[in-house]
């Protein structure tokens, strides 16, 4: 079993439409957890960085993290063609720099 | 400010041979980091240096090398190329004192041939 688990996709939706990205994982150790959207043929771009369980928001994008229930989730509103990417989920233990990474979401938006 | 450079972006390789990745990290970052992407693996994390010292490893095979110098610079080495070396090199970079946001480069595109 993998550490981190991510449904791979392909998510379409139409403009305007939420999204919602989800990761699960198995190391109750991990108290970083981030999201990163990749375009395709270029580097993981950092989209949200949450410590520990909440919520963080930044302008049309929301991270959730349970650390009970081991589930991050991100959420898009009002998505936007420029949106569509590859979504990666990724997370690591206090104080390492080594990120364990779901295997990305790759979400379209449809004009 | 400039972000995490990569060089080269892109390049071929004959198996046997070997070759050597060049990432310049982050004005003031101290911990750079490799990641290793292909489609059937994903994001995989090779090693870690910080401070000229590899502070962290991940399990790829000793072919995998790699390096920091003093201005935090570093670079990666792959010996003895196989096939299943071809992938995208990430290189990330860190202020590396526990706060963890990383930032990668656009990575080096690999190909062996």
């Known amino acids: 079993q993998k550490e981190v688990e991510q449904d791979p996709g392909p998510l379409s939706v139409p403009e305007g439409a939420i999204v919602s990205l989800n990761c699960t994982y198995s190391?109750?150790?991990?108290?970083?957890f981030m999201w990163y959207r990749q375009y395709s043929r270029k580097g993981p771009e950092l989209l949200m960085y949450t410590y520990s369980s909440g919520n963080k928001e930044d302008g049309r994008f929301t991270a959730q993290v349970d650390k009970s229930s081991k589930y991050i989730s991100l959420f898009i509103r009002d998505s936007q063609p420029s949106d569509s990417a590859t979504y990666l989920c990724a997370m690591s233990v206090r104080g390492a720099n080594n990120l364990f990474f779901g295997t990305g979401t790759r979400l379209t938006v449809i004009p | 400010k400039a972000g995490v450079t990569q060089t080269p972006r892109y390049l071929i390789k004959t198996r046997g041979q070997q070759v050597t990745l060049s990432c310049s990290p982050i004005s003031g970052h101290r911990s750079v980091s490799w990641y290793q992407q292909t489609p059937g693996q994903g994001l995989q994390f090779l090693f870690e240096?910080?401070?000229?010292?590899?502070?962290n490893k991940g399990n790829f095979p000793g072919r995998f090398s790699g390096r920091q110098f003093s201005n935090s610079r570093s670079e990666m080495n792959v010996s003895t190329l196989e096939l299943g070396d071809s992938a995208l090199y990430l290189c990330?970079?860190?202020?590396?004192?526990?706060?963890?946001?990383?930032?990668f480069g656009e990575g080096s595109w690999l190909t062996v041939v």
């Open positions: 190391n109750s150790a991990f108290q970083y």
């Open positions: 990330a970079s860190s202020l590396g004192t526990g706060e963890n946001t990383i930032y």
């Open positions: 240096y910080f401070s000229e010292t590899q502070r």
